[in-house]
């Protein structure tokens, strides 16, 4: 992939971290993110599982923003995420992982309802509620359980989740 493809694909991602669709990245998104999952579960903000789920969308932030805030205005703009995140993402995968390892983990943790790890389905319904249409919700979620064990592990998540934002897989 040339870098003006590679470009163009980063910046399709921004606005699945823009979640409130205002033109740029900040606290309030990664926040949004995670409202939205505990809802779909029905888990409350208090509990174990949220209080996890937010200081992971926290954890998530604060590694967005110092890779990628570079005026320090607390908000990522999509020229910042373009030329900031994904180029030291791309650079660095290993350093994705450390930043989206938390919070994926929380995900999963409320998303796996019966201790098994999260089913396709599950994985669906997170999707859906980050944003993505839900036809290809479904579909990718099919994807992730590449074993066909109807389970679907953090490796797995993690290295797709990599895959979608542009940087490689960090080895497990």
Not at 45 to 52: I, N, W
Request: glycine share 12%; net charge negative.
């Amino acid at each position: 992939m040339d870098s003006a493809e590679y470009e163009r694909k980063i910046a399709a991602r921004f606005a699945t971290f823009d979640q409130d669709g205002n033109g740029y990245i900040d606290r309030e998104d990664f926040s949004a993110a995670a409202k939205a999952v505990l809802a779909e579960f029905g888990t409350t903000a208090r509990s174990d599982k949220g209080q996890a789920l937010f200081a992971g969308a926290e954890a998530f932030w604060q590694g967005m923003a110092g890779i990628a805030d570079v005026d320090g205005d607390q908000r990522v703009t999509r020229e910042e995420f373009i030329t900031g995140a994904a180029k030291r993402l791309r650079d660095n995968p290993q350093r994705f992982a450390e930043i989206a390892r938390p919070f994926l983990h929380a995900v999963i943790a409320v998303a796996d309802e019966d201790g098994g790890g999260p089913t396709p389905d599950a994985a669906a319904r997170v999707l859906r509620v980050l944003g993505t249409p839900a036809e290809l919700a479904g579909q990718v979620a099919t994807a992730l359980d590449g074993d066909g064990d109807g389970r679907i592990s953090e490796e797995q998540i993690l290295s797709a989740f990599a895959g979608y934002c542009g940087v490689e897989a960090p080895d497990a």
